[in-house]
């Protein structure tokens, strides 16, 4: 018995690895994201796999952090909103420079456009794109500053460099540094530079889309059939690397982004819950009270409409989410005589649902929502005061009227 929960856990765990997902990304950075159109390399990864990658991209040849903070284009971009990442990626050389040169012109305007991206994407999560060192080291500044003389001394600074800034913005780490550096020691064969030994030839963007693919989608990609142009015994290769120095250690890259943990408490009083949120490391939160109605407060009160046991469901920071129940046991006179006004009936519903309220109740909008809250929008007929259920599958749900003495609630059964 127990091996065979052992082998159903292990095929559930493949089956979950392997649901679809849709991801939106916007790609902040130079050529070394432009060339080979790096967002599309990861678009056709996805694919691959069946996923869905919403992407743009403003890279400009030689942009720096600190253009980008005054960019029109980047700027709009980054108001659009609603991204799940914003990656960003320095001016190829400015991070392994001297420190006192990176702290006045790298790290400030990483910490702005960071901030930018939070106010217009709360939910986002910021990905430092760590780039790699040239293949024979910075040649134009060795004499000026000779740890970056050699690819390894570089490299090593960049790493660090990213790194910091990750810890700085409590931001996600996109390591492709990290993985050309494997494929370096470990298949010297794949050639990862162009020919000026700066950018990427297309065995290098390729390493960074899976990269990016791993860290965005949180999966191998080795699930992906995308190989671009490789060969696939190159292709294959090169997802290995990144699983290896990657995927297998996703916690690893993402160490420095808080653990989102919702949870709140509730006090009832009469119909009146009032709630208090105890999440952790979240400022954006989801309510649904379990009767159709939501908030987007920290610490939220509703009056309910109906006495009953109802699921209250809290998402914080787009990410986590906890469901409690909440028992209602009894109304205020005033609510229990406003929700009395309006009857319906049948009960249970099976074609037509038939309203019953006297001259004093306007209807102005109204709507459905099944028991997870899932917001169902209906045609009303006011002169027939009716509204047909008869597409809607068998259950109970919740019909949410305004009206011009207030909000009422009542439950349906559909059969």
């Given at each position: 018995m127990r091996k065979l929960l052992l082998l159903c856990n292990f095929f559930c765990a493949l089956s979950l690895g392997a649901q679809a997902k849709t991801v939106r990304a916007l790609f902040i950075g130079n050529s070394y994201t432009a060339v080979n159109d790096l967002p599309n390399l990861v678009n056709k990864l996805a694919l691959g796999s069946q996923d869905v990658l919403t992407y743009?991209?403003?890279?400009?040849?030689g942009y720096t952090f600190q253009q980008h903070f005054t960019n029109t284009a980047t700027?709009?971009?980054i108001n659009q909103g609603n991204w799940d990442y914003v990656v960003l990626q320095e001016q190829s050389q400015l991070p392994s420079f001297p420190d006192g040169?990176?702290?006045?012109?790298?790290y400030p305007y990483a910490k702005k456009l960071d901030s930018l991206i939070h106010i217009h994407s709360p939910c986002a999560k910021t990905v430092f794109y760590v780039t790699w060192g040239r293949k024979n080291g910075d040649a134009g500044n060795c004499s000026n500053f000779p740890p970056v003389c050699t690819y390894a001394g570089m490299d090593s600074l960049l790493q660090l460099r990213y790194t910091n800034m990750a810890q700085q913005n409590a931001a996600v780490l996109s390591p492709v540094a990290m993985v050309w550096r494997r494929l370096r020691n470990s298949?010297?064969?794949i050639n990862l530079y162009d020919a000026d030994e700066s950018h990427p030839s297309m065995h290098g963007s390729f390493a960074a889309a899976c990269t990016f693919y791993a860290i965005m989608f949180q999966k191998s990609p080795q699930l992906s059939t995308y190989n671009a142009t490789l060969s696939t015994a190159d292709a294959q290769l090169i997802k290995t690397a990144v699983v290896t120095t990657v995927y297998d250690s996703l916690?690893?890259?993402?160490?420095?982004?808080?653990?989102?943990?919702a949870d709140f408490t509730v006090a009832v009083s009469g119909a009146t819950a009032t709630f208090t949120n105890t999440s952790l490391h979240a400022s954006v939160y989801d309510w649904n009270f379990g009767d159709g109605q939501t908030a987007q407060t920290l610490n939220p009160?509703?009056?309910?409409?109906?006495?009953g046991t109802y699921s209250v469901r809290l998402i914080a920071q787009c990410t986590d989410t906890i469901v409690k129940t909440v028992e209602i046991g009894s109304l205020s006179i005033r609510d229990q005589e406003k929700n009395n006004k309006v009857q319906v009936y049948p009960v249970p519903a099976q074609e037509q649902l038939y309203l019953n309220y006297g001259s004093d109740i306007r209807i102005t909008s109204m709507y459905m929502t099944d028991m997870t809250g899932k917001k169902i929008l209906k045609s009303f007929n006011p002169a027939l005061k009716s509204l047909s259920v008869k597409e809607l599958a068998t259950g109970t749900y919740w019909l949410c009227l305004s009206t011009n003495q207030g909000m009422i609630t009542k439950k349906i059964i559909v059969r």
């Amino acid at each position: 018995m127990r091996k065979l929960l052992l082998l159903c856990n292990f095929f559930c765990a493949l089956s979950l690895g392997a649901q679809a997902k849709t991801v939106r990304a916007l790609f902040i950075g130079n050529s070394y994201t432009a060339v080979n159109d790096l967002p599309n390399l990861v678009n056709k990864l996805a694919l691959g796999s069946q996923d869905v990658l919403t992407y743009a991209a403003s890279s400009p040849g030689g942009y720096t952090f600190q253009q980008h903070f005054t960019n029109t284009a980047t700027l709009n971009l980054i108001n659009q909103g609603n991204w799940d990442y914003v990656v960003l990626q320095e001016q190829s050389q400015l991070p392994s420079f001297p420190d006192g040169q990176v702290t006045s012109s790298v790290y400030p305007y990483a910490k702005k456009l960071d901030s930018l991206i939070h106010i217009h994407s709360p939910c986002a999560k910021t990905v430092f794109y760590v780039t790699w060192g040239r293949k024979n080291g910075d040649a134009g500044n060795c004499s000026n500053f000779p740890p970056v003389c050699t690819y390894a001394g570089m490299d090593s600074l960049l790493q660090l460099r990213y790194t910091n800034m990750a810890q700085q913005n409590a931001a996600v780490l996109s390591p492709v540094a990290m993985v050309w550096r494997r494929l370096r020691n470990s298949a010297p064969g794949i050639n990862l530079y162009d020919a000026d030994e700066s950018h990427p030839s297309m065995h290098g963007s390729f390493a960074a889309a899976c990269t990016f693919y791993a860290i965005m989608f949180q999966k191998s990609p080795q699930l992906s059939t995308y190989n671009a142009t490789l060969s696939t015994a190159d292709a294959q290769l090169i997802k290995t690397a990144v699983v290896t120095t990657v995927y297998d250690s996703l916690v690893y890259w993402n160490r420095f982004v808080p653990a989102v943990s919702a949870d709140f408490t509730v006090a009832v009083s009469g119909a009146t819950a009032t709630f208090t949120n105890t999440s952790l490391h979240a400022s954006v939160y989801d309510w649904n009270f379990g009767d159709g109605q939501t908030a987007q407060t920290l610490n939220p009160q509703h009056t309910y409409a109906a006495t009953g046991t109802y699921s209250v469901r809290l998402i914080a920071q787009c990410t986590d989410t906890i469901v409690k129940t909440v028992e209602i046991g009894s109304l205020s006179i005033r609510d229990q005589e406003k929700n009395n006004k309006v009857q319906v009936y049948p009960v249970p519903a099976q074609e037509q649902l038939y309203l019953n309220y006297g001259s004093d109740i306007r209807i102005t909008s109204m709507y459905m929502t099944d028991m997870t809250g899932k917001k169902i929008l209906k045609s009303f007929n006011p002169a027939l005061k009716s509204l047909s259920v008869k597409e809607l599958a068998t259950g109970t749900y919740w019909l949410c009227l305004s009206t011009n003495q207030g909000m009422i609630t009542k439950k349906i059964i559909v059969r």
